[in-house]
């Protein structure tokens, strides 16, 4: 339990996808203009990292890993499909935003309604891929702790991506210089919040 | 379209392909593109230029593949046929890296498998190879490479010099005397916030250099 809960606040703060690093940069700098959709994106990614991070654990470690296949037959015990990872990873990605699209769809229309246009954009965002790839690099032990990590790792994506469009909020009304104006302005306060969250630097439970 | 062809290989507009991303049209300070995996990378200059090679390796090749391809592929599924094209290439880079420069890429870890989900390389694909020959998108597929490339140079150059005091591992502020005046590494520089503080920096300066950027 204790375990769970490290791996959980780490991910959220510790190891923060955006402040420690960087992933997902790309739609955090171009949706985060207003604190309403800034929110719809972040909800949008946690609902798929739950799903994907848990679901690539157990890719990788029925199908892909060294001596995986073995539920297969011995033959298969020294079977190696981990060059296969990448494409693997991506394509369970790609078809699970395509399928948690279409159930939202079906079983939640006003769900969809706000998240709908963010849905799709996720399946190239690289926070997605990246919590994969860490889960794998990281080696967690079962399904729940790969679960808790994807959890953690998409709150604390929503927490930087509503912080910096609240701030931005803001910031229209400030004499910001013109050539700093919009993206230069947005990379500096990102460094200045990423320095604030280094404070929980070496937290453990 | 046939006049097109008798264009010699490097004529003044396909030379402007490979020229704009680097300045005026620079996929990270203008396009906003593929900061994702790009600013982790830049704590030391060995591995910005590995993965700089390795994005414009991937990019230009993989326009040269769709741009090839791009009468076959189907409108309504070429996302993934894009993925799929993309996530070789990243494959076959990635197994390169581990062949012959296996410490770098211990180091990149996680992040040459990023280079899938690199927007600029999708971004190309969608904006240019999807509607452009093969040649000419390849070379703006090297040159969009080049542009991110260029980037994660200039500030892996200085967080390394400011952070470490080193370049490629070569202590050049100690060899300079600089550290007997009293200077010490400033520890900051080698971590995360400076990097995006630093491209902060380098957009001020294009945009006051360059006063049409202004606003975008």
New interface residues.
């Given amino acids: 339990m204790e375990n769970l809960l490290n791996i959980f606040v780490k991910s959220i703060f510790v190891e923060n996808m955006i402040?420690?690093?960087?992933?997902?940069?790309?739609s955090y700098?171009?949706v985060s203009k207003s604190v309403k959709t800034a929110m719809g994106l972040g909800i949008a990614v946690i609902f798929v990292l739950v799903i994907t991070v848990p679901l690539n654990f157990l890719v990788e470690k029925y199908l892909l890993k060294k001596g995986a296949l073995i539920w297969l037959g011995e033959s298969f015990a020294d079977v190696d499909l981990s060059?296969?990872?990448?494409?693997i990873?991506?394509?369970f990605i790609?078809a699970m935003t395509q399928l948690v699209e279409m159930v939202v769809e079906k079983f939640s229309p006003a769900l969809y309604n706000s998240l709908g246009i963010f849905l799709p954009l996720i399946?190239?965002?690289?926070?997605?891929?990246?919590a994969s790839?860490?889960m794998q690099?990281r080696e967690y032990e079962n399904v729940l702790e790969a679960g808790i990590f994807g959890l953690g790792s998409g709150i604390g994506w929503l927490l930087a991506i509503v912080g910096i469009a609240a701030i931005r909020e803001k910031l229209k009304y400030s004499n910001v210089?013109?050539?700093?104006?919009?993206?230069?302005?947005?990379?500096?306060l990102?460094?200045?919040m990423?320095?604030a969250f280094?404070g929980f630097m070496g937290i453990s439970l | 379209m046939s006049n097109q062809e008798k264009e010699p290989v490097f004529s003044a507009k396909n030379l402007k392909l490979l020229s704009e991303p680097l300045g005026r049209n620079n996929p990270i300070t203008v396009q906003v593109l593929g900061i994702c995996s790009a600013l982790a990378v830049t704590v030391k200059l060995k591995p910005a230029i590995v993965m700089a090679l390795s994005v414009m390796i991937v990019t230009g090749f993989s326009n040269l593949v769709i741009a090839s391809l791009r009468k076959f592929i189907p409108d309504r599924i070429r996302i993934i046929v894009q993925l799929v094209v993309i996530a070789t290439m990243v494959i076959l880079v990635d197994q390169f890296l581990k062949a012959y420069v296996f410490d770098v890429s211990k180091q990149l870890s996680v992040f040459v498998g990023l280079i899938i989900t690199n927007c600029i390389i999708m971004g190309r694909l969608e904006a240019f190879a999807m509607a452009n020959k093969p040649w000419p998108s390849f070379l703006d597929g090297i040159g969009n490479g080049a542009g991110y490339g260029m980037i994660l140079v200039i500030v892996a150059f200085f967080r390394e010099l400011l952070g470490s005091g080193t370049l490629f591992g070569y202590p050049v502020l100690e060899k300079l005397g600089i550290y007997k005046t009293g200077y010490e590494n400033n520890g900051m520089a080698i971590l995360p916030p400076m990097a995006l503080i630093i491209v902060g920096l380098i957009i001020w300066v294009q945009r006051s250099r360059d006063k049409s950027l202004i606003g975008k």
Wanted: hydrophobic share 65%; proline share 4%.
């Fill in positions: 402040f420690a690093f960087f992933l997902g940069m790309c700098l171009a060059f296969l990872t990448f494409m990873f991506i394509a790609a399946a190239v965002n690289c926070a997605i891929l990246g790839l860490f690099e210089p013109d050539p700093l104006k919009g993206l230069g302005i947005t990379f500096i990102t460094g200045l990423a320095i280094m």
